[in-house]
């Protein structure tokens, strides 16, 4: 009997040891249970931190794609607008071309009858200096006075 209260007495020692163990793996389970949901409440928290970010810039992408696209749109109006302008100006040139032709024709066409007018009143003046010898002052009084003009 008492080797069997001494193998039951081992037994119960080992037993206990074993439970010891056992508690002490337990606890150091349950240490590791909880660091893992932490790990995964963290690892939770970082895809959502991260599929916000993703939305955040898929939103960014858009906002880009539109920029270009308004960009684009913009661009080929003001190359269309700059053509029109070139076009124009090509137009406006040619004009200005024809009226500058113009303006020289009509500039020596004023200079000939310039030319014209100071030969006629070099005439004029040839002639008045000539019918003057030839007229007294007293005849020209009265042939003024004939008209209507009066002298004082």
């Known amino acids: 009997m008492e080797t069997n209260y001494f193998?039951?007495?081992?037994?119960?020692?080992?037993?206990?040891?074993?439970?010891k163990?056992?508690?002490?793996?337990?606890?150091?389970?349950q240490a590791n249970v909880e660091t893992w949901k932490h790990k995964h409440q963290l690892q939770v928290?970082?895809?959502?931190?991260?599929?916000?970010?993703?939305i955040l810039l898929n939103d960014k992408i858009k906002g880009l794609?539109?920029?270009v696209d308004f960009v684009k749109t913009t661009n080929a109006d003001l190359t269309k607008r700059i053509d029109d302008l070139y076009n124009?100006?090509?137009?406006?040139?040619?004009?200005?071309k024809k009226?500058?032709?113009e303006m020289e024709i009509k500039?020596?066409?004023?200079?000939?009858?310039s030319l014209a007018l100071q030969k006629q009143d070099s005439l004029n003046i040839h002639l008045v200096k000539r019918t003057k010898k030839n007229?007294?002052?007293k005849k020209v009084k009265k042939s003024l006075e004939k008209l209507g003009f009066v002298f004082y």
């Open 21 to 29: 163990n056992c508690e002490e793996e337990k606890i150091q389970l």
């Open 135 to 137: 007229i007294s002052d």
């Open 7 to 19: 193998m039951a007495k081992n037994d119960l020692t080992k037993a206990h040891a074993s439970l």
């Open 99 to 101: 009226m500058l032709e």
């Open 45 to 54: 928290v970082m895809s959502e931190n991260l599929q916000g970010e993703a």
């Open 107 to 113: 500039n020596l066409k004023v200079l000939n009858l």
């Open 88 to 96: 124009t100006n090509n137009v406006n040139a040619d004009i200005i």
């Open 65 to 67: 794609q539109e920029n």
